[in-house]
């Protein structure tokens, strides 16, 4: 799709939220002009650090948020948390391919519960899988920092790994959102959607501000700034 065309979306993630005050913040970057709220979910075992499980999503939809809850599964296995973040109102799952013993059962779990779904690449890991799954999958997630902390650097190979993923979406014909994750913001946003992203997860970027209408405000002035040119 030319870069044009396409419809940006900006998603907190969480993990760099005040999380003793997690409803007020997210009600408060959703306030702020963020379209989904991204919500990165670590077991202690697939990547090496511990966050937040179904109930925690949960929460926010009984708080009353509304716009959809990405919620990037970095856990092994797979499949038997999907249930639980179906139930607790997640929007869209994605989740590591080689974390899953089973791919397209993970997709299809999560279709069948009416989710979006798709499949997360750490900076590493080849976009070998999607060719096999581009007619079931929603979201591309491209990983540019190892994933497991926030407030890491963006590592720039990932630019030509957005490029090669935008050209198998297009070239596919499907409507495939192209999410990226790790060291988004304000002065690379432009550069990562010229490389082919849709979707920008940005945690310190954002969180770490004062004033979130402000960053995002910037975000979205870069990206329309590119659209122009
Ligand atoms: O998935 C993640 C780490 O595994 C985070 O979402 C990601 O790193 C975003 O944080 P930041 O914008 O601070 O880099």
């Not at 014909?173 to 082919?196: C, F, P, S, Y």
């Not at 940005?202 to 329309?224: P, W």
Request: hydrophobic share 45%; charged share 25%; with cysteine.
């Amino acid at each position: 799709m030319a870069l044009a065309d396409r419809d940006f979306l900006i998603a907190p993630s969480i993990l760099a939220a005040d999380l003793a005050r997690l409803g007020d913040e997210v009600h408060d970057v959703l306030e702020a002009g963020a379209d989904w709220v991204h919500f990165d979910v670590m077991d202690n075992h697939y990547v090496p650090n511990l966050t937040f499980g179904p109930p925690v999503c949960k929460a926010l939809k009984d708080y009353g948020i509304t716009a959809p809850l990405d919620v990037h599964l970095m856990v092994k296995p797979v499949d038997r948390l999907i249930g639980d973040f179906l139930e607790a109102g997640a929007a869209s799952i994605t989740f590591h391919p080689e974390a899953s013993e089973h791919i397209d059962r993970s997709l299809q779990l999560i279709r069948d519960g009416g989710a979006k779904c798709g499949l997360v690449f750490n900076p590493a890991t080849p976009l070998y899988y999607l060719k096999h799954v581009l007619d079931k999958i929603d979201i591309v997630l491209i990983m540019s920092v190892n994933p497991g902390f926030g407030g890491q650097s963006f590592i720039p190979e990932a630019l030509n790994k957005l490029r090669e993923a935008r050209e198998l979406i297009d070239a596919s014909g499907q409507d495939i959102r192209l999410e990226v994750d790790g060291g988004v913001k304000t002065e690379n946003i432009a550069e990562v959607a010229k490389a082919g992203a849709d979707t920008f997860v940005a945690g310190s970027a954002i969180f770490s501000k004062d004033d979130y209408a402000a960053t995002i405000a910037d975000m979205r002035r870069e990206l329309d700034r590119l659209r122009s040119v």
